[in-house]
């Protein structure tokens, strides 16, 4: 039982060139979310997935699109990577929210754009 | 919205001490949760102790509880016996118990160091 993975761990990008971060998850998890975390800052959300097919937008969406084609695998996109998105970036997920379930978090993944 | 507030940034103590982080949250519903998250150097983020807000006794986990104030919307985390594993950041976050599916709310965070 892996939990929750996420590829890649680093990755260096340029200014306008685009990537995909996956997160995937064995527990058989309803939710599944991606948080971004700056210097001095907690964890925000940046979209979230309730189950295969839906996603939907958190608090900082501008800049990425996600998928959820298959219930364990929650995909993060940059299609035009920009300085200000230099962050971790962490994926997470849970059974559900109708009553409360922890969320499990990936390991991060440390991205910066020149 | 919900914001969370935690008004240290960093804390130090001797190893063996017990301390005292805060958080203060603002909200104007009336069920969700709190947690404590704990990120040491790794990144990895553990949660460290939760607390439902329809429950008036304080969360207990081994050296860590909590002081929850409802009214006064604070939620402080007590570490006792402190080990020089304690050494991290320390987030405090809030969930709505109710529908949706919106994430957790984190405070700025507190970076602890465990002296020895």
């Known amino acids: 039982n892996a939990g929750v993975t996420q590829t890649p761990k680093f990755r260096v990008l340029k200014t306008g060139q685009s990537m995909t971060l996956l997160c995937a998850q064995d527990m058989n998890h309803e939710y599944m979310y991606w948080y971004r975390q700056d210097p001095g800052m907690g964890l925000r959300l940046i979209h979230y997935?309730?189950?295969?097919?839906?996603?939907a937008k958190g608090e900082v969406p501008d800049g990425y699109n996600v998928s959820r084609l298959k219930k364990q695998n929650f995909l993060l996109g940059l299609e035009s990577a920009a300085p200000s998105q230099t962050s971790v970036y962490f994926c997470?997920?849970?059974?559900?929210?109708?009553?409360?379930?922890?969320?499990?978090f990936g390991p991060g993944t440390r991205l910066t754009v020149l | 919205a919900q914001t969370v507030t935690q008004s240290q940034p960093e804390m130090s103590v001797q190893e063996a001490e017990t301390v005292t982080l805060s958080c203060t949250y603002d909200?104007?519903?009336?069920?969700?949760?709190l947690f404590w998250y704990k990120q040491p150097p790794s990144r990895q983020m553990i949660l460290v102790i939760r607390q439902e807000a329809y429950k008036q006794q304080n969360a207990t986990e081994n050296r860590f509880s909590v002081n929850f104030q409802k009214a006064a919307k604070s939620f402080s985390l007590k570490i006792s016996d402190s080990q020089l594993g304690d050494t991290a950041m320390y987030f405090c976050?809030?969930?709505?118990?109710?529908?949706?599916?919106?994430?957790?709310?984190f405070g700025k965070g507190t970076h602890l160091i465990i002296q020895p």
């Open positions: 997935s309730v189950g295969e097919g839906t996603t």
């Open positions: 909200t104007s519903e009336s069920n969700y949760y």
């Open positions: 976050a809030f969930i709505y118990s109710g529908g949706g599916a919106d994430g957790l709310t």
């Open positions: 997470a997920s849970s059974y559900t929210r109708a009553t409360y379930n922890e969320q499990f």
